[in-house]
């Protein structure tokens, strides 16, 4: 009898718990990120990632998601340089238009660099770029900075 009658809860305990409406937010919002500070550990002490790349790599494409449903129109997303972590001089280490697009039905979207050859002077000089977003996107707060460390050979040895 004791099994009957635990066995019958049980089955109304599921049967009334399967009914119960659940209620979840579902968040509107609409942020952009970059793949590499989601994916990347940050710089020790930073709250970003660096990216190592060679002076002689060409062009750099940073891929950045959209966190929001697919929109149904292009979508110009703003970016800038960010002077206080940059140490690389535009023209000189790199060039950046400032803007990419998300094309529309797309959740991706790439800023491209173009990093200069300055040949072999050795160092590195760092590039600091921050998303900005546009009047509907906005940046994700924890994932808008990516730096890229730009690296340059040393000179050949004199002999």
Known sequence: MKKIISLFSLVMVLLFGSCIEQNYPIWEGAEVEFQDAVVRTPVPGQ??????????????????????????NDETITYRIVPENTTAVQGTDFNVSGSFVIPANESFGRVTIDVLNTGAIGGFVDLMIELEGNSEILPSQNYKQVQLRITRPNPPAAD
């Open 47 to 72: 709250t970003f990632p660096r990216v190592t790349v060679s002076n002689d790599v060409g062009a750099v494409n940073l891929q950045v998601n959209l966190v929001a449903r697919q929109r149904p």
